[in-house]
C-alpha cells in the first residue's frame, strides 16, 4: 500500500493545487513533483519569479508565502 504526502498548506493559503497520488520517483525523494522531467516546479518559480531555486524546501516555502498550497487528494492506494 502506498500512502501519499501530508499537505503543505496553511491557514493563508487562498489557492490549493490538487494532485491524485505521488509518483515513484516522489514517494522515493518524499518530495510532491520530484520527477525531473515533471515540469511543476520551473513553472511555478518561474510565474513566482524564483526561477533559481534548486533545493525542495525553498520551492515549498515559496508557494506557501504565496498562499499556494499542495494536496494529493487520495491518502493510500
Known sequence: ML???DPLIHENCRTLILGS?????SLQKQ???AHPRNQFWPIMTQLA?????SDYESRCRLLLDHNIGLW???LHC
Open 72 to 74: 494529493d487528494v487520495l
Open 49 to 53: 519569479g524564483r526561477p533559481d531555486l
Open 31 to 33: 518530495q510532491y513533483y
Open 3 to 5: 500512502t501519499a504526502f
Open 21 to 25: 497520488m505521488p509518483g515513484a520517483i
